[in-house]
Nanobody
Framework: QVQLVESGGGLVQAGGSLRLSCAASGSIISFMAWYRQAPGKQRELVARITMSGSSNYADSVKGRFTISRDNAKNTVYLQMNSLKPEDTAVYYC??????????WGKGTLVTVSS
């Protein structure tokens, strides 16, 4: 059974930083990603990273967010710097297995105050 355990969300002032973590178990991973969903908006891709280390980012977070992974721990991180109020959202961890299955974490709330 695949499990994704997220941590690291919280309240931060604009300009501050947070680091999200997502530990995965029960699957052979192709790639992992972070998505976010703000109130009244659709879920959007924030960043994605393959197990070989290739990554890509949404234009809105380039230069501010960094996705990384620890393959030995099956964990992916999202370092978020220079946070803005518009980054406020529920952040979801996503895992795509080598068999083509897709899994989601429960989400962690990030609130950026102005």
């Amino acid at each position: 059974q695949v499990q994704l355990v997220e941590s690291g969300g919280g309240l931060v002032q604009a300009g501050g930083s947070l680091r999200l973590s997502c530990a995965a178990s029960g699957s052979i991973i192709s790639f992992m990603a972070w998505y976010r969903q703000a109130p009244g908006k659709q879920r959007e891709l924030v960043a994605r990273i393959t197990m070989s280390g290739s990554s890509n980012y949404a234009d809105s977070v380039k230069g501010r967010f960094t996705i990384s992974r620890d393959n030995a721990k099956n964990t992916v991180y999202l370092q978020m710097n220079s946070l803005k109020p518009e980054d406020t959202a529920v952040y979801y961890c996503n895992l795509h297995s080598i068999l083509g299955s897709n899994y989601w974490g429960k989400g962690t709330l990030v609130t950026v105050s102005s």
